[in-house]
Structures are given as structure tokens and as C-alpha cells.
């Protein structure tokens, strides 16, 4: 069964800052990754996702994330944080089959002047 | 279009009401879905359809019950509702089950 943790509940960055935001799974078989931004009193939109090709993914709004079987990791990274990058960010793991989709407790990105 | 679009945002309900939560797509996608999500917590799935017929149902209680009439339409059908129930109800959609998930805007529901 796969299961997702994120280091730190809530990330605080200033802006133009480095955003990293930390993403572990466990699956017993090769994984799909996901993470997806929730804005206040708003659905989820995705913003990259792995699917076992390359392993640096590119997403919307400058985010990308690195897939490193060897740590089993899948981190978000921005370049430089804007105040419209806060949000609460979510890392998702499915097996290949959309089976067992698992989302990750989340992190608040807080994003200061 | 790329959305999808649930109706209504918000509802109020007492634990006696029968009331529908409606979602609907218009991106061709064959695969939908409904998850939980209580405040400052990460979504829950509650039932998965794909090609119309409910693939996935993650033990939801009774008084949920999901109807797909057709391939752009998904209802949540609410009944005897208790107060935990209370959440942001949010649908979902993707080509095919395990694509690109999206997500529309969600339902706050309280019940009272």
C-alpha cells in the first residue's frame, strides 16, 4: 500500500526566497507522484506529476520536483517565492493503475514581504 | 473548457433533510470522483467512477450515495446526515482513471 509524509506542517519563506517543500512515499510498486496547491476556499489544481519518464518534472507557476528513488522522495522546489504562491501544497502517490491514490497530510506555504 | 463545475457551494442542512450535491464535466473525461476533505486536513476519497460505473468505494456510510448518470454528470446523493459530516465535499474528474486529476471548487456543507 503506498502512504505519503511531508516534513513540516507549515513552511514559512520570504519573498524571492528558495520554496522547498518536502515529500516521502512508501509504495511497494514503482509510483505515480503528484502535488497539487489548494488556495483558501478553493478545489486542488495540479501542479506537476511523475509518471516515470524523466525524473525532473516541470509544473505550472515555476514549481518542479525531482523524483530520487534512491530516498524515496519527490520535494517541490520554486526558485523564488511570490506572495501569491501561499497556499496549502499536497503530495499525492498512486500505483500505475490509479489504485490506491493517497494524498499526503499537506504543508502551508507562507510566504512573507 | 477545463472546468468542473459543482453546485451548489454551499449548503445547510439539518439531519432530517434529503438534499443532492451535483458536479458536472464537459472535458470528455471517463473517470470521476467525490472526496471528503475536513479543514486543515488532506482529501479523502469516498467513491471513484469510471466508465459510469462505481469502481471505488472507499466504506462511506450509507447515507452517501453516489448516482453517475451519465458520463458528465456526478451526484452525491445525502440522507440522515450526522454533524462530523460537515466538510468541503469536492468533485473530481480525469480522462481515465489514475489521469490528470480535476478538481472543481467544492461544496462547504454543514449540518446542523
Known amino acids: 500500500a503506498q502512504s505519503v509524509t511531508q516534513l513540516g506542517s507549515h513552511v514559512s519563506v520570504s519573498e524571492g526566497a528558495l520554496v522547498l517543500l518536502r515529500c516521502n512515499y512508501s509504495?511497494?510498486?514503482?509510483?505515480?507522484l503528484f502535488w497539487y496547491v489548494q488556495y483558501p476556499n478553493q478545489g486542488l489544481q495540479l501542479l506537476l506529476k511523475y509518471t516515470s519518464a524523466a525524473t525532473l518534472v516541470k509544473g505550472i507557476n515555476g514549481f518542479e520536483a525531482e523524483f530520487k528513488k534512491s530516498e524515496t522522495s519527490f520535494h517541490l522546489t520554486k526558485p523564488s517565492a511570490h506572495m501569491s504562491d501561499a497556499a496549502e501544497y499536497f503530495c499525492a502517490v498512486s500505483d500505475p493503475n490509479g489504485q490506491n491514490f493517497v494524498f499526503g497530510p499537506g504543508t502551508r506555504l507562507s510566504v512573507l514581504p | 473548457d477545463t472546468e468542473v463545475t459543482q453546485t451548489p457551494k454551499h449548503l445547510v442542512m439539518g439531519m432530517t433533510n434529503k438534499k443532492s450535491l451535483k458536479c458536472e464535466q464537459h472535458m470528455g473525461h471517463r473517470a470521476m470522483y467525490w472526496y471528503k476533505q475536513k479543514a486543515k486536513k488532506p482529501p479523502e476519497l469516498m467513491f471513484v467512477y469510471s466508465y459510469e460505473k462505481l469502481s471505488i468505494n472507499e466504506s462511506v456510510p450509507s447515507r452517501f450515495s453516489p448516482e453517475c448518470p451519465n458520463s458528465s454528470l456526478l451526484n452525491l446523493h445525502l440522507h440522515a446526515l450526522q454533524p462530523e459530516d460537515s466538510a468541503l465535499y469536492l468533485c473530481?474528474?480525469?480522462?481515465?482513471?489514475?489521469?490528470?486529476?480535476?478538481f472543481g471548487s467544492g461544496t462547504q456543507l454543514s449540518v446542523l
Open positions: 473530481a474528474s480525469s480522462q481515465r482513471v489514475n489521469e490528470k486529476l480535476f
Open positions: 509504495s511497494s510498486v514503482p509510483p505515480y
